[in-house]
T-cell receptor, first 112, second 115 residues
Framework: DAGVIQSPRHEVTEMGQEVTLRCKPI?????LFWYRQTMMRGLELLIY????????DSGMPEDRFSAKMPNASFSTLKIQPSEPRDSAVYFC??????????FGPGTRLTVL | KQEVTQIPAALSVPEGENLVLNCSFT??????LQWFRQDPGKGLTSLLL???SQREQTSGRLNASLDKSSGRSTLYIAASQPGDSATYLC??????????????WGLGTSLAVNP
């Protein structure tokens, strides 16, 4: 298996633009997680899904952030409008039942 | 509210040294604790997972221990190698909710093993 796939790997955009991050989990996994990592705050869970259903979105910072999982093999994290403080590395991870989460390589987002 | 702390934030050691990384948590009601490794510019890789009923887990040169009552875990790395250089993070999963998969993370310890 190719592991968790994220795209794009790097994204540079201007404040106010819409940003869409994409994730393909490992086939057969039933949990999908979106994280944000910054130097100051470390890793923060934004939202996670179980069988495509959002379970906990309490970490989503505000209404500018939204996440969807239309099927078992694809998820998106959208920021609209983006702001400089959204600059971070965004990780997607997936797991199957058990607790071990498998992480993607991350998307480094820079908002100018 | 669960908080996870890792000390030290950074560590530099000569190759071959045995070392210990520390992780502490404020709420002892945990389901499990995990140690991850993160290489620069890459995602995280799970190293060891300790269930709340366990005291330790071992994988190769790595040994992780858990003391719930004191809110502490240690990751022991034996005979360190330059390839061990990375950031090591610990994360705890709470017990609330049957479907709770939320992990609370420490900020990590950045380890440099010098040849």
């Amino acid at each position: 298996d190719a592991g968790v796939i994220q795209s794009p790997r790097h994204e540079v955009t201007e404040m106010g633009q819409e940003v869409t991050l994409r994730c393909k989990p490992i086939s057969g996994h039933d949990y999908l997680f979106w994280y944000r990592q910054t130097m100051m705050r470390g890793l923060e869970l934004l939202i996670y899904f179980n069988n495509n259903v959002p379970i906990d979105d309490s970490g989503m910072p505000e209404d500018r952030f939204s996440a969807k999982m239309p099927n078992a093999s694809f998820s998106t994290l959208k920021i609209q409008p983006s702001e400089p403080r959204d600059s971070a590395v965004y990780f997607c991870a997936s797991s199957f039942g058990a607790d071990t989460q498998y992480f993607g390589p991350g998307t480094r987002l820079t908002v100018l | 509210k669960q908080e996870v702390t890792q000390i030290p934030a950074a560590l530099s050691v000569p190759e071959g040294e045995n070392l210990v990384l520390n992780c502490s948590f404020t709420d002892s009601a945990i389901y499990n604790l995990q140690w991850f490794r993160q290489d620069p510019g890459k995602g995280l890789t799970s190293l060891l997972l300790i269930q709340s009923s366990q005291r330790e887990q071992t994988s190769g040169r790595l040994n992780a221990s858990l003391d719930k009552s004191s809110g502490r875990s240690t990751l022991y790395i034996a005979a360190s190698q330059p390839g061990d250089s990375a950031t090591y993070l610990c994360a705890v999963r709470g017990t609330l909710g049957g479907n709770n998969r939320k992990l609370i993370w420490g900020l990590g310890t950045s380890l440099a093993v010098n040849p």
